[in-house]
């Protein structure tokens, strides 16, 4: 039960995308540095209880000792020295791994808009003119480009083993770049509170090869029904749905539609401030 | 509008809100542990009632106590009032740690929404029923003691303020037997808040609940503040104070700034729910992202709130028990400080997610990691202060060390926390969750149970069984371990907080520990409660009357224990750092003063408890929509008021012949006391008074 | 006359009353840190209005459509000239020994802040009328509470004079009641410079922006 923490976990310690690997590294950087502040404590701490503690016979007492300047200049200066390291680091970092940052590649990457609903998701290709819910396909290898709102409260949109999460609001749209290196199956959840159904509001990202999902769209577009007004009223309604649903054509515009009933067509910013 | 127009009596209260009806209507199993939980509460106040009659407490309970405007008093009940909310937020906490150990691919026992209550309730609790009454309390006993002052400078105010968050808590306690409580968490996120997502009295209970203890915290900053700068010995200068005052100063600025944001808010979400405004909702102009922004404005200089009380007490214990001054005492005051003033700039480090862009993420979490400089420095201030001292391993020592050992792993994860991009990965989940709960367990509780520990002789004048109090240590320490590093592996598995239900069985071993973690904090509790029951019983074979049952350093030591009304028979002269132990040396400590000054003291007044008896009835009536009570409950707060502006006989006399008596007797008893070496500490020749070392 | 210390920003009793001088010391550099948590909450009131008063107006009406800035301004000038009128209140606390001119200023300065808070009532209803209710859009929720919450602050002040009223009769100069008067003072005046700002950057801002 305990063994399995790393290799068969959904975390992104268990990482499958460059992303997720690269927050992973920095993690693990982040703990070695500060190490260097919190290892010597752990040493310090019990040697102190020991040599002075109350019957001692080896350290000395000094009631008044209280201050001293190489001491000082050590301790404030090895942390600052470390928040600059992390901090520069920190900097950098922010700016690469910025989910609205389209990842570098050969191709375009494939558009996926995402509605985050009580409880499930709605993932709509418009280039396929297909849609899913709580089930995404992919295609491992290539970048994917979310857009993503809500359409109920506010939610977090998160595939821990490809990469970090990004909030949804309803009236607002989000981004969040993502690329699986490899195919595979991972879990997809809404990491925001949201109700009754929170538990519930998984989704599984299937990463297949580009054959494969052309292949799957066609079959989506053959023969599934269609993401109209009806079909969407059901999915508004606050449900766990028992097993993902396919739709295999979507009412044109029916993203921009969901942000639009908020913001009575008004102009809206997006969440980092630049209009809709 | 969601309001009715119509008037009713009981407004929107019905017979199916009580909890019993409901699990006499659905009984499963979490209807009952809900009925369960009502009962006790309920059952519990019938047997204090009963006491109370059976041992003729009543008048005691009023006149001495309820009408009482003297800080000490207002400082016990506060902590009076965390014990209880500690209790039941404990217990929330083993409750939700079992359901989440048994509830995978399984519903467990708990419903999503009991459930979703519980989380709430749980974080509401600690947060401002539990830890702000904790440190209140603990401030408004020892602070002005120990910068030489009578009371603080404005004593019924300070009792009103009690009342305030009394009235807080009375009403959280009443959403457990009518009606429920909100499920929106500690942090109440709209939309989900707001009345179309929450439609029912739950986020009204948490609304108001939380603005009657915020207006309370906002006063007690003011009447903090204003002591230390008024109230202080002569002599006594800034630099001259104890370290507990200057994080009480600290602390009493960030209260006053950083409750507006909060009362703004959640002002704001009521307006929204009972008038119909946008100020959160999803549509005609309404900006969720503003209220993360206001509440995490308040909330993180919240969290200094909460920890620079204990950061002080923290300071106390361990020059005390190392027998040695404080090391880096400057440093420690430019620290605390700094912290206080660097808490106001990183609030936004708890929406990175929220999608404002790279620049700014990036900023914010600079600002976060530049806070870990002046806390890493005080951290090994507190290590030197050890260094050459002689250390005696008491149980407030103990819960001390610890605190440095596993506050720091938490200072660590907040450090991974403040990386923006990292946080992506970690936001929402249990890590997040292990890291909070590594700085509030080892930070604030430890220190407050420190506090409590080291302080109880004073205000009791006996002390505590130190076995039952290492007992508890040991319970608290593993127990921590045990619940929460499960957690941050959780976390970094994928796992995410408020979860009622798991899908996957790697989680179910981590889950296991964690609950298994939960109990021991729970017998860590319980161990308390025994100490307290023990050494009341045993109170005689510890009884420290010479007041000085640690050779403390600082003026509340230098007292009887329990201290006198008006704390000082003759306010002390201060001439340097650590004042108590400077008379000590000196040979000044139980000198007779040459002259006494009658002493006025303010009188009892029943304005406190009217405005508290008001604010319940007020915050009560706005929950069901009971209009007549609202406006009731508003005229007796504010009628209350006004009236006590026309009362002129406020104060009473003490006059300098009692003053000199009971002071010269206290005094004669100190002498005749034999002095106590710290080998002897925790023996019954302790009874206060010190040997000072030549 | 002895020259007396200042002990506290503002007016200072010292060389009129020197047992109310010291009295006064803790007590209104209290309350000044009381008016500064007001000052943060109406910081953050004018915070949120500024978030909201563009991206929130969700179609509905405008400031140009709704502000009535001759109102504004005659506002303006009676809550302006209410704290000329209080300070000629404080004056004569601290150099009269008598209570007509100090009940004839505060008096005076009830009239002009009761005028003050009746036009803004009217302003209120007139654009309710219009439809520009809170419920319309976030721009008008923010707005109405920013405004209101001030006007219910100077009505929460209007109270208070009432009852120092009331107090001078009942109980006169005392102590307390001069304290309680120069605290109201400081209320007072705070109010004034809220509403220059509020005057400022939500009307006259709001208009020509």
């Known amino acids: 039960m305990f063994s399995v923490a790393t290799t068969a976990s959904n975390g992104f310690i268990n990482p499958a995308g460059p992303i997720a690997e690269a927050l992973r590294d920095h993690l693990i950087f982040i703990v070695m540095v500060m190490a260097v502040v919190i290892v010597p404590l752990f040493i310090a701490l019990p040697w102190t209880l020991w040599r002075y503690r109350l019957r001692t016979k080896s350290g000395s007492y000094q009631p008044n000792w209280e201050f001293s300047w190489p001491l000082e200049i050590l301790i404030w200066g090895l942390p600052a020295v470390i928040v600059v390291v992390l901090g520069w680091n920190l900097w950098h970092q922010s700016y690469e791994l910025d989910p609205y940052k389209p990842l570098a590649a050969a191709e375009a990457p494939l558009e996926i808009q995402a509605i985050a609903l009580d409880w499930k998701w709605v993932f709509i290709y418009p280039d396929q003119n297909v849609a899913s819910v709580n089930e995404v396909m992919i295609v491992a290898g290539r970048p994917v480009r979310f857009r993503l709102t809500s359409g109920t409260v506010m939610q977090s949109f998160m595939i821990p083993r490809l990469g970090g999460q990004i909030y949804t609001m309803a009236g607002m749209e989000t981004q969040m770049n993502l690329l699986a290196s490899e195919p595979g199956q991972f879990r997809g959840l809404n990491t925001q509170y949201n109700g009754m159904g929170f538990a519930n509001q998984k989704f599984i990202t299937h990463a297949v090869s580009q054959a494969d999902f052309d292949a799957w769209a066609t079959k989506m577009s053959d023969s599934k029904p269609p993401l109209n007004q009806a079909a969407w009223a059901l999915l508004a309604k606050p449900s766990v749905l028992a097993a993902p649903q396919s739709f295999g054509s979507v009412a044109e515009g029916l993203f921009t539609w969901v942000i639009a009933g908020f913001t009575g067509g008004h102009p809206h910013m997006k969440a980092d401030g630049t209009d809709l | 509008m969601t309001v009715e127009s119509s008037f009713s009596l009981l407004g929107r209260l019905t017979p199916q809100d009580i909890s019993f009806v409901q699990t006499f209507e659905n009984p499963v199993m979490s209807e009952f542990i809900d009925g369960a939980a009502g009962s006790v509460l309920v059952i519990g106040m019938i047997i204090v009632a009963a006491l109370l009659t059976y041992y003729r407490g009543w008048k005691t309970l009023w006149f001495d106590w309820l009408t009482s405007v003297d800080h000490k008093k207002v400082g016990i009940m506060y902590i009076v009032v965390a014990f209880v909310m500690l209790a039941r937020a404990i217990i929330e906490g083993v409750l939700m740690r079992y359901q989440q150990s048994i509830a995978v691919n399984d519903p467990g026992v708990l419903t999503p929404d009991h459930f979703g209550q519980l989380f709430s309730t749980h974080g509401s609790i600690m947060i401002f029923f539990m830890a702000m009454p904790f440190i209140t309390g603990m401030i408004n006993y020892i602070m002005p003691q120990q910068i030489g002052a009578r009371d603080v400078s404005f004593p019924l105010l300070n009792a009103i303020s009690l009342w305030l968050t009394a009235a807080g808590a009375a009403l959280v306690m009443i959403s457990l037997v009518v009606g429920k409580f909100s499920t929106g968490g500690w942090t109440a996120y709209p939309p989900y808040t707001g009345i179309e997502f929450s439609p029912g009295e739950g986020v009204d209970y948490w609304i108001w609940s939380i603005s009657l203890t915020s207006i309370g915290s906002t006063l007690t900053g003011v009447n903090f503040a204003t002591t230390i700068y008024k109230n202080r010995a002569p002599g006594m200068t800034l630099f001259r104070m104890p370290l507990f005052c200057w994080t009480s100063l600290c602390t009493s600025v960030l209260m006053i700034f950083a409750m507006a944001p909060l009362t703004i808010a959640t002002l704001m979400l009521a307006l929204d729910r009972y008038a119909g405004f946008h100020f959160f909702t999803n549509d005609l102009g309404g900006n969720m992202m503003n209220y993360a922004n206001l509440f995490w404005l308040f909330g993180h200089p919240e969290v200094y709130i909460l920890i620079l009380p204990a950061f002080g007490v923290f300071s106390e214990v361990i020059s005390t028990f190392s027998g040695k001054t404080i090391y880096g005492y400057k440093s420690l005051v430019v620290a605390t400080m700094s912290i206080a003033v660097l808490s106001f700039t990183v609030w936004l480090h708890h929406f990175f997610t929220m999608g404002q862009g790279a620049n700014v993420n990036a900023i914010f979490g600079i600002a976060t990691m530049l806070i870990g400089v002046p806390t890493g420095v005080k951290v090994y201030d507190w290590l030197l202060t050890m260094v050459r001292g002689r250390i005696r391993l008491t149980t407030a020592m103990l819960f001390s060390i610890m605190f440095l050992v596993t506050f720091v792993i938490g200072g660590l994860t907040g450090v991974i926390l403040a990386n923006p991009p990292v946080d992506f990965a970690v936001h929402n989940s249990l890590f997040l969750v292990a890291h909070f709960h590594n700085m509030v367990i080892p930070g604030v509780l430890f220190g407050m149970i420190a506090g409590y520990q080291f302080w109880f002789p004073k205000a009791f004048g006996f002390r505590l069984a130190e076995r039952w109090g290492k007992a508890s240590f040991w319970c608290w320490s593993f127990g921590f371990y045990l619940t929460f590093m499960p957690l941050y592996v959780l976390g970094l598995m994928g796992a995410m907080r408020r979860t009622v239900e798991w899908f996957r069985p790697e989680y179910l071993g981590w889950l296991q520990v964690s609950f298994v973690g939960a109990l021991l904090l729970f017998s860590g509790f319980i161990f308390l409660c025994v100490q307290l029951i023990v050494s009341v019983r045993q109170r005689d074979q510890r009884r420290v009357p010479a007041g000085d049952p640690w050779d403390g350093r600082s003026l509340e030591w230098s007292n009887s224990a329990p201290p006198p009304e008006y704390n000082f028979a003759v306010i002390p002269e201060v001439s340097g750092q650590d004042a108590f132990t400077r008379l000590k040396e000196q040979g000044k400590a139980y000198a007779s003063p040459t002259a006494y000054d009658d002493i006025v003291v303010p009188k009892n007044s029943i304005v406190a408890p009217v405005i508290g008896v008001g604010a319940i009835a007020l915050g009560f009536a706005l929950v069901w929509h009971i209009w007549w009570l609202v406006a009731l409950g508003f005229v007796t707060m504010w009628g209350a008021v006004i009236a006590r502006s026309f009362v002129t006989e406020t104060e009473r006399v003490i006059p300098a012949s009692k003053v000199r008596a009971d002071h010269e007797a206290w005094l004669q008893q100190v002498r005749e006391c034999a002095t106590t070496s710290r080998e002897q500490e925790d023996t019954s020749a302790n009874v206060g008074r010190a040997e000072v070392l030549a | ?209």
Not at chain 3, 68 to 76: K, R
Request: aromatic share 14%; with cysteine.
């Open chain 3, 1 to 209: 006359m002895k020259r007396q210390p200042l002990l506290h920003p503002g007016l200072n009793l010292g060389s009129t009353d020197e047992y109310s001088h010291d009295e006064a010391e803790p007590v209104i550099f209290g309350f000044w840190i009381f008016l500064m948590a007001d000052l943060v909450l109406f910081a953050i009131l004018f915070a949120t209005y500024a978030s909201m008063s563009v991206q929130g107006q969700a179609g509905g009406p405008s400031p140009t459509d709704v502000f009535d800035l001759p109102s504004a301004f005659i506002e303006t000038m009676l809550l302006l000239s209410s704290s000329i009128t209080f300070g000629m209140a404080s004056l004569a606390l601290k150099y009269k020994a008598d209570r007509l001119h100090l009940v004839f200023w505060l008096v005076l300065t009830f009239c002009l802040g009761a005028g003050f808070i009746g036009m803004e009532v009217r302003d209120f209803w007139i654009m309710t009328q219009q439809g520009a209710v809170p419920q319309r859009s976030g721009f008008l929720s923010a707005f109405y509470l920013l405004v209101a919450t001030h006007g219910i602050h100077v009505s929460a002040g209007l109270c208070w004079m009432i009852v120092m009223l009331v107090q001078l009769r009942v109980l006169g100069r005392t102590t307390e009641v001069k304290l309680r008067l120069m605290r109201l003072a400081l209320f007072w005046h705070m109010l004034d410079i809220v509403w220059v700002c509020i005057f400022t950057f939500v009307y006259l801002f709001g208009v020509a922006l």
